[in-house]
């Protein structure tokens, strides 16, 4: 009886360092399964590959829903990953978000748009706000023909939630002014600046792309909330809109990725990740 208890006992130990130690197992795997992926698809197209993946992710213990979304602490891995780059070495980045803090997506797009080498934004499902914004910055844009882009007009919030700017100004437009608040017209002015800052980035960012009136079309359509900002403006709306950079397919090595890339119930997942390949030269 008591070895059979001793025997028991010993079970329990380790069924408990068995349930210790999988989530750790599995998500090592999956770490070198996304990082196979990775190396082949860079290894094909004889670029440097970075990530960008927003998934929800769920708190297994609570079940509370978490959205992720363009961080500083990306903007911080997306330019060490650039800088890590050889200058003549191409770089695609291949971008899933909803968009996320203007501050941390502008300092990727323009680190994006200043490095020599050439720049293709791969987007398998979606790059909305922010994540258009680093796409203008790209030297051609590949989208599954399903896959969408948004507009990148500025959203100004406060404990009352978030409103578009040009929302903002035309309350202030349609109102006389002793019929409008203090708070609104603070916001009037701010959402003033933020669409010319946006308007004045997106012109660096495509100007030496396009002629001026097409680049002061773009800049329109995009900034001026002419949409709602989660408008899907479709790859073929994108085609029409900024030309022959934008290329209607995709690597299956991408879908491959993406699919790595599912809901887990962990807090917390990096969402950017960088493999250092050196291209080889198309030519050997």
Known sequence: MNDFGALLSNLWVLLFFFMVLMPKIQQTA???????????????????????????ETISFLGIPLSKYIDIDDS?????????????????IIL???????????????????????????????AMSGGTLIALAADEIMMDPNAVLGPV???????????????????????????????????????????????????????????EEKTEE????????????????????????????????LPNEVYSLMGLYRMETRPRRPSVEFVPVTPLSRDR
């Open 153 to 211: 007009d500025p959203q100004l919030g406060d404990q009352q939630g978030a409103h578009a700017a040009s929302s903002i100004l035309k309350v202030v437009e349609q109102k006389k002014i002793d019929e409008i608040d203090d708070r609104t017209l603070i916001l009037a002015e701010e959402a003033r600046k933020a669409i010319a800052q946006m308007k004045n980035t997106v012109r660096q960012l495509i100007g030496d792309k396009y002629p």
């Open 218 to 249: 773009i800049v329109e359509e995009l900034v001026s909330g002419k949409y709602t900002h989660d408008f899907p403006i479709t790859a073929s709306e994108a085609c029409k809109l900024l030309g022959e950079c934008v290329k209607r397919a």
């Open 30 to 56: 999956l770490d070198y399964a996304r990082k196979r992926e990775l190396t082949r698809l860079a290894k094909k197209r004889g670029t440097n590959i970075i990530t960008l993946i927003h998934r929800q």
């Open 76 to 92: 911080e891995e997306v330019l060490r990953a650039i800088r890590l780059t050889p200058r003549d070495a191409p770089i695609d």
């Open 96 to 126: 899933h978000t909803p968009g996320g803090i203007a501050l941390a997506a502008t300092q990727i797009a323009f680190a994006l748009k200043s490095h020599p080498g050439r720049k293709t934004v791969i987007i398998p499902h979606y």
